[in-house]
């Protein structure tokens, strides 16, 4: 099946620090999503993505869906403690939004 | 906004019992979705539903079943709880959406069998 490889597993970062994150597949995607979960919490959906090579910002979050089709990066620009949680990515191919394959998460610690 | 709720954060059950987790989103949406999450394992696919009555079986269905007898109700079922389900459950919703809607996630239910 299709597999979403996303790095880092964890971060552990300084207050005010920019953060970078990505998934890559072999496999190419129609949409691509990012979530954050907190501990004992839902994943709650930050940014969506539709179109190969769209950037796209919500607040200090931005990302990109890869030209390729077979990656996408977040961003978190100047991180607060708030930030802290997993967050993962997703793919959905197919064009049928029941194919969608998760990534396992990038844990991310800021230090006040 | 999208609201999804599960309708237990905690629950505490036997080997053996049967258990229902009960899942409700007031979008009208025809997507409906179990999963379960586990350290190290990631978020894995129990069943997923894209209208009533209509169920498919996810990466992982063995020792589940479901129900969706309204389109806004979304049930998960282990027949026979064993230890081995002790597990995070989330239920999301979305449009039916060739575009691939994303999903819309509950606050999960933390479920463990003794």
């Known amino acids: 099946g299709q597999q979403l490889n996303q790095s880092p597993q964890s971060m552990f970062i300084q207050e005010g620090e920019d953060v970078s994150m990505n998934c890559t597949s072999s496999s190419i995607f129609n949409t691509w999503l990012w979530y954050k979960q907190e501990p004992g919490e839902g994943p709650v959906l930050l940014i969506a993505l539709y179109k190969a090579g769209e950037l796209t910002s919500n607040g200090r979050l931005t990302a990109q869906f890869g030209i390729t089709r077979k990656d996408s990066f977040l961003n978190i620009s100047a991180s607060i403690p708030s930030d802290v949680g997993i967050y993962f990515c997703?793919?959905?191919?197919?064009?049928?939004?029941?194919?969608?394959?998760f990534g396992k998460g990038t844990l991310l610690t800021v230090n006040p | 906004d999208v609201k999804v709720t599960q309708s237990s954060r905690y629950l505490v059950k036997r080997t053996g019992e049967k258990v229902f987790l009960e899942c409700v989103q007031d979008?009208?949406?025809?997507?409906m979705f179990w999963y379960r999450q586990d350290p190290g394992l990631g978020l894995r696919l129990i069943y997923f539903s894209y209208d009533v009555k209509m169920k498919e079986k996810g990466d992982i269905p063995e020792g589940y079943s479901v129900s969706r007898e309204k389109k806004e109700r979304f049930s998960l079922i282990l027949e026979s709880a064993s230890t081995n389900q002790t597990s995070m459950y989330l239920c999301a919703s979305s449009l039916l959406d060739r575009d691939g809607s994303p999903l819309h996630f509950g606050n999960g239910t933390r479920l463990t069998v003794t």
């Open positions: 997703a793919g959905i191919s197919g064009g049928s939004n029941y194919k969608l394959t």
């Open positions: 979008m009208d949406h025809e997507n």
